[in-house]
């Protein structure tokens, strides 16, 4: 398994969700365009993405499986995974039925019907809620997730620094109060010292 990531779904996740809804939307816009040639165009460029993106999904959805019975959870996050399991088998379900129907439309050289784009556009939000669910797995409940940053362990030091010889430059110290300028100095924070932090 590739070390940085925990599961192979995350990968495909992404060309799932990106060539349905690109597909929906090319569908979509062949009804509302009226210039032929870009109808013919994003017709076809519909139908390949729809198809390809239904192929991807069946990969999609077996390393889900394996993600589902793999990650470590605790009973909310699996309550979490299961309404999401939920969601991503009926929006599969229902895009590779329209798979099959956009076969069948595409071989009788008919044009798609007012029905056939009416379904896509269920499907995109089941898909887009999916979705949403499944970031919530992941930045709500931390599944897959290796390591979680260290808050403390980080500060702007170089900001800082740079922020202070600002300030000195547009208030330089007056000819006369080298002793002043120079207790001033001994007050201020080293460079490189990362600065106070409280909550």
Same mark, same amino acid.
């Given at each position: 398994m590739v070390e940085i990531i925990p599961n192979w779904h995350p990968l495909f996740v992404h060309f799932t969700v990106a060539l349905l809804t690109i597909s929906v939307v090319l569908f979509t816009l062949t009804k509302v365009v009226t210039n032929w040639r870009l109808e013919d165009q994003w017709l076809a460029t519909a139908y390949w993405n729809l198809w390809i993106g239904v192929a991807i999904s069946v990969v999609t959805v077996i390393a889900g499986f394996i993600a589902f019975?793999?990650?470590?959870?605790?009973?909310?996050?699996?309550? /979490?995974?299961?309404?999401?399991? &939920?969601? /991503? &088998?009926?929006?599969? /379900? &229902?895009?590779f039925v329209m798979a099959i129907w956009a076969v069948i439309q595409y071989r009788s050289e008919k044009p798609p019907t007012t029905l056939f784009i009416c379904i896509l556009l269920v499907g995109l939000f089941m898909l887009s809620s999916t979705a949403w669910r499944g970031g919530e797995l992941v930045y709500r409940h931390g599944l897959g997730v290796m390591s979680l940053p260290d808050k403390d362990d980080h500060g702007h030091s170089v900001d800082t620094q740079a922020h202070e010889h600002g300030n000195d430059r547009e208030q330089p110290a007056e000819e006369g109060h080298g002793e002043e300028a120079e207790k001033k100095g001994s007050h201020e924070k080293t460079p490189g010292e990362a600065p106070d932090h409280s909550h």
């Open positions: 019975n793999s990650v470590e959870h605790d009973t909310p996050s699996h309550v /979490a995974m299961l309404d999401h399991r &939920l969601w /991503a &088998l009926l929006t599969f /379900a &229902l895009f």
